[in-house]
């Protein structure tokens, strides 16, 4: 990632999202009165939109007292709705403040290319498997398809994710902090079911998987931990994958940084070794204080971050407000967390949403009454292996400056007295 990368089209960056957040945090007396008419059919006439594409759609006064759309082929959403990613050039971010639960809609997964995004021929798309196997095999994606397949939800997040973070707070909104974490359901064929078939020579160590994209991304994976969850996969909630998350075919490694979970797959080479390619040797390696460079980190840690209220948003009125966000681990299930309303001072436990499941976005929930002053809203993790989301002190105290990969710190949001979330650090 650049610094000096622009918005593609500034007009399609996302609106505001004091805009979006005002209708979760207004629970006050106008705008209770406004859904009232609203329900009520009367007075819709004087209500007050706000300017979106959907200006130019008819909007009756009594919906019930006119025929609908009738069906459609492929829905789209209300034409109300206009959250979006934020694109730039190699990457977009998802839009976390304004998701609920914990699966990412295909359309707004965040995307990461090296060289655009493909455009491949499902027919004519093959993966090679050779190197160290009993018998090298060429596959179509719909031989893949007769193997047994299996699904399951994971989170994929970019490793560069919050990298911005790590000096000085950076981004606005938490789509711009942490934007470049997803989750969707992964349909595929388990790498061991492919593997049965092929054959295994015992000398193969390293799987090398390659892209078919304009940057023929490759990275080097370790066999022997990435067989028990790797799956090759073809779909992704429930339809083909976006060409932007790989189509016709990607590799998912549960937890790992998403730069291993390679996109437009069309190779797998066994190996006795890595392949020291550049996106594992100049990229994806961690630079320590003493000079030498963390290699081959693979696992994305436990992480968590305040989704609402978040930076950008504006709360309205002091009272009740549901905190709310996401946590997830690379190394397992969440198995706690904690959130401070005055600046990690204290902590309280958090409610977990089911379902609560290993290498996946976590929602929790906590309810908070503010009081009108300023404070500093903060959220931690654990994960079943016992690992603790760190302060970014504490990261910084091990990992040093040079780093940028690998920003798993706890996030604090300052509320202002006058009800504005900003991006700070402490
Ligand atoms: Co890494």
């Given at each position: ?296 980190t693979f696992e994305m840690e436990t992480k968590s971050v305040i989704t609402s209220p978040s930076g950008g948003q504006q709360l309205e009125n002091p009272g009740f407000i549901e905190i709310r966000g996401l946590a997830w681990s690379g190394r397992g299930r969440i198995t706690q967390v ?89």
């Open positions: 990632m650049k610094n000096n990368e622009q918005p593609a089209d500034r007009k399609d960056s996302p609106p505001q999202s004091t805009g979006q957040s005002r209708s979760e945090f207004s629970l006050n007396r106008r705008t209770f009165l406004a859904t009232a008419s609203s329900a009520l059919g009367i007075a819709a006439a004087q209500m007050v939109f706000p300017a979106t594409s959907a200006t130019a759609t008819s909007v009756p006064n009594d919906p019930s007292r006119t025929p609908g759309k009738t069906s459609s082929a492929y829905g789209t959403r209300a034409v109300f709705v206009e959250t979006q990613r934020q694109f730039f050039s190699t990457r977009s971010l998802t839009p976390l403040q304004h998701l609920s639960g914990i699966i990412t809609p295909s359309a707004l997964h965040f995307e990461r290319h090296h060289n655009g995004v493909p455009v491949i021929h499902p027919l004519q798309h093959r993966l090679l498997v050779h190197g160290l196997v009993s018998q090298p095999m060429i596959f179509t994606v719909e031989e893949l398809k007769r193997f047994p397949a299996q699904s399951r939800i994971a989170f994929i997040e970019c490793s560069g994710n919050s990298g911005k973070e790590w000096k000085e707070p950076n981004g606005t909104t938490v789509q711009e902090t942490h934007g470049l974490t997803s989750t969707s359901e992964w349909t595929g064929v388990a790498l061991t079911t492919l593997f049965q078939e092929i054959g295994l020579k015992p000398e193969a160590q390293w799987i090398l998987a390659e892209g078919s994209d304009a940057a023929a991304l490759t990275r080097s994976l370790p066999l022997a931990s990435i067989l028990p969850h790797a799956l090759l996969c073809y779909a992704q909630n429930g339809e083909p994958l976006r060409p932007e998350q790989g189509y016709p075919l990607r590799l998912l490694i549960p937890g790992w940084e998403g730069n291993t979970c390679i996109k437009w797959l069309r190779r797998l080479k066994l190996m006795t070794h890595p392949a020291m390619t550049r996106e594992e040797t100049s990229k994806y390696t961690d630079l320590m204080p003493d000079g030498t460079a963390r290699q081959f904690d959130v401070s309303t005055d600046g990690g001072e204290s902590w309280q436990t958090a409610e977990l949403q089911e379902p609560v499941l290993p290498m996946c976005h976590t929602r929790f929930r906590f309810s908070w009454k503010w009081n009108g002053g300023e404070t500093i809203l903060q959220s931690r993790c654990q994960d079943e292996t016992g690992d603790v989301q760190p302060t970014l002190t504490d990261l910084i105290a091990v990992r040093g400056f040079n780093s940028f990969y690998h920003n798993n710190a706890i996030q604090s949001w300052k509320v202002t007295k006058e009800g504005q979330v900003n991006n700070v650090q402490i």
